[in-house]
């Protein structure tokens, strides 16, 4: 019907349409493909919008016209019941005194009829209806003794017509004789009876077998199926079927166990033909085992009653019969190749698919060829864990709504009980529950592959840096075939098992590179100063110092990369992941028209395992929950939403948790060792300071005697040591500013030593959200977190105050607690030294509590720290302090 036809719908006849659906979707679905031709589909897509506008227009014009009618039509029997109610109750009082008059009446009539008959007639019809009841009895008891009776001529008569090979009227003998075995059930005659009755059998059988292997081998389907109906006569269809099978799966067999492996068992002795991979010898095992099938697609239609199920059996019985077996074999086979064998694998499996999938073509073909099987209503795709191909129009229904009817009028369900391909794929169970360990271990020898020549050696320290970031690049790539092979070999069961390996190589490759930045030394090679450190000549660094900095910043930036590397990853593998949510969400509403592997059975089997965990569940609900979350589906249609937007959102929180860790620990040991280089000169400095004779000198003479003559003193200088500290804190901050530019200070400010984490707010994360349309439809809105750059400041500041704390900590920790004895005299330098520094830090805006406990208590005098260090614990700087000064 054209667009234009449309228009000649009636208002009854669409009502008629609308009544016949119980789904208003599925109605407005069929009402918009039955306008669709083919013309239409060749048109632009604005054309269809126009024509499909134009349609719902006066689709919804006769909807409204119908709906007028229908209430008028409501309105006129409403009327009527409301005139008839009142006459209702008189009607039903009249019918029930018409009732009570007929139930009086039939009373009479029935004592009347009795009476008309006499007592001798009654009499008489009761004696006829006993002579019938014996009759018939007795005819019953006559034909089971005439059965009894035909046992002691049974074994001459079968015997007999089995030596004129008249097998037919041999195995209706048998089945009359088989019958009548209910007449000596629970008598001592059963047993004897029954075991002739097998023993009349077997002769038979034993006389059918050599010609039957003939027929089928002549492939005589007349014999065979004169054949057929004997051994079902007789009760022995199933020894019938294993005589088929076992003649036709011949050449299958054959050619599996003369096979010749190079990378399997091959059987030495028994073994013949040129050697070959399992994995090309597969596909060629499957072609020969495909072809047979087809062959059989006709005589097997000819001959057996259920032509599906009997091509599934031979199917398993051929596999079950093959040896070394296909588990074994598949088995050997992954050994042989050890640490990389999933990927040989997947290759096995997607052969083994490709056979089931050709399989189920040809047992849509031999279901379709029955004549006793009606075709489905409307057409459907087979299983195949594709989507169901949805019409142009189509609106979806929602979950939780009652299925459309044409869901469940299609399929071929009589082919989903069959378990052929059950047997297939029960071999890769174990290994596809094993997915985890095969993937990491893949992932693990790719690695080893890479770095076996790795020259780390032979580098120098900014190339060791541009390593890092090359080799970054080489596992990403091999990581981003791990999503291939898990949808290959596990149809996406075992996400969580690829999480896992992902998560754990990533983190395995960066903690080598750890382990090496802790372990190694940097080289001694010559350095050249930039002209900007030039400025900072004055500085106590040596060419060594400038070079272990330029290698740690050159370090965090390729920790930098390599995390932003892994983030792009962390995307893909997510979009992964909502892909096979999605399709688990649509095979799990349309389980007849989609699933989630090749076949059922297939799907069964991994639905079964241990792989369907909650885990799994989790993991793909919570990254449906957050790409539902940051996908703004309302602005698909917007102009505006075509182009590239910026929206502030926080960043999904990572599902690689071990790389991320990773990650930190790496940048934390560059930070370490970078500020360990900074800090050198000043931590040269304070390396004498505890021993310093200051601190035990005594009172002398001059003091004294401006003591005496109450000459008026002045606060006492810092030693010269912590001048050259303070200075060294000092020109930290003309050290960053050098650097300002450079991201890597910018990269892992929160695992700096010493920083509050309330004091870096968590970077504000910009979502890219970008939408293409062709031809007026969109693509699926993608989603990518980019972090936002890091204000310059905030950098410098959480440097400089990490230094300080860092400083302060080994100031507190190492030296102060070395000093062993402090007089008065080492007393007063020490409080005006920390008072100093105490002023320096906090220009830096650096605030440390211990370093004024130790300020505090080198201030107080004698007889106040006395008393303080008697209420102190054992481990208190007042405590100390007070022995420090004699006085504890």
Known sequence: MTMAGATSISTAKLTETLEQYDDITSWINDALNANETIDDLSTPSNADLTKLDQYITQLLTTLDIACEDTSAQLERIIDDVSRGIPRLAYDLHFMKDGALSL????????????????????????????????????????????????????????????????????????????????????????????????????????????????????????????YFSIFSTIQRESEFRNYYNAARRTSVVTMWQSANFSDCDTRDGESSGPRQSFADFLPKFYATFLALLNAERGPISSIFPDPPATVSRFISSTMATLQPTFSQRLSSYANHYGESCLSHLVTVQRSTEEFATGVWKMMEKLQDSEPSRPKPVTPSERPSGHRRRSSRMSISWRPGQPKPTSLLLGGVQGLDNLEWDQELFQPFLDLQVDYSSLERRFLDQALLDIITNDPRDNVSDLDRARLF????????????????????????????????????????????????????????????????ELE????????????????????????????????????????????????????????????????????????????????LFSLLSSVEEIQSQNTPLTALHSATFRQTQQVQQAAPESILVQTRQSLSGFAQGCQVSMQKTILSPLRNHLSSYASASIWSSREDPQSALAADLHIPTFSLSPSETVQRVAEGLLNLPRLFDIYADDDALGFSLQTLPHVDPE??????????????????????????????????????????????????????????????????????????????????????????????????????????????????????????????????
């Open 103 to 226: 139930q009086s009446s039939l009373v009479e009539v029935l004592k009347k009829s009795k009476d008309a008959v006499p007592a001798e007639t009654s009499a008489a019809l009761d004696n006829l209806h006993h002579l019938d009841t014996v009759k018939g009895r007795m005819e019953a008891a006559r034909d089971v003794l005439q059965e009894a009776e035909s046992w002691s001529t049974l074994e001459m008569e079968v015997t007999s017509l089995i030596g004129e090979r008249n097998y037919i009227k041999a195995a209706e003998r048998l089945s009359e004789a088989s019958k009548s075995m209910v007449v000596f059930q629970n008598t001592p005659e059963y047993d004897p009876r029954r075991a002739l009755m097998v023993n009349l059998q077997n002769q038979l059988e034993a006389a059918l077998s050599s010609a039957l292997v003939a027929a089928i081998n002549s492939q005589d389907v007349a014999a065979c199926k004169d």
């Open 536 to 615: 900072l000549a004055d500085l106590d660094y040596s060419a060594k110092d400038w070079s272990e900095i330029q290698l740690m910043l050159h370090m965090l930036g390729s920790a930098r990369g390599v995390s932003e590397r892994i983030t792009t990853f962390e995307t893909k593998l997510r979009s992964y992941l909502s892909q096979t949510a999605a399709h688990f969400r649509l095979a799990q509403m349309d389980p007849l028209n989609i699933t989630t592997a090749a076949t059922k059975g297939q799907t069964q089997l991994l639905e079964q395992s241990s792989l369907n965990s909650a885990d």
């Open 469 to 532: 970031r090359e080799r970054a690049v080489d596992i990403v790539g091999i990581a981003e075939g791990s999503m291939v092979r898990c949808k290959a070999f596990t149809h996406g069961y075992g996400s969580v098992g690829l999480i896992q390996a992902l998560d754990g190589f990533f983190a395995s490759f960066v903690d080598s590179w750890t382990a090496e930045l802790a372990s190694q030394p940097s080289s001694s090679q010559s350095y050249s100063f930039s002209t900007s």
């Open 759 to 888: 004091m870096l707010k968590p970077s504000e994360q910009h979502l890219d959200v970008s939408s293409q349309g062709v031809g007026g439809h969109h693509r699926r809105a993608s989603v990518v977190f980019k972090p936002a750059p890091v204000d310059p400041e905030l950098v410098s500041s959480a440097w400089l105050l990490s230094l300080g704390h860092t400083l302060l900590s080994y100031l507190t920790t190492n030296v102060l607690p070395s000093i062993s004895t402090l007089t008065s005299v080492g007393a007063a330098q020490l409080t005006s030294d920390l008072e100093y520094l105490s002023n320096i830090v906090r220009a830096l805006n650096v605030e440390n509590e211990t370093l004024e406990q130790w300020r505090g208590a080198v201030a107080s005098d004698d007889e106040e720290l006395k008393k303080e260090a008697q209420q102190s614990s054992a481990d208190s700087i007042v405590l100390r302090m007070a022995k420090i000064r004699g006085l504890y």
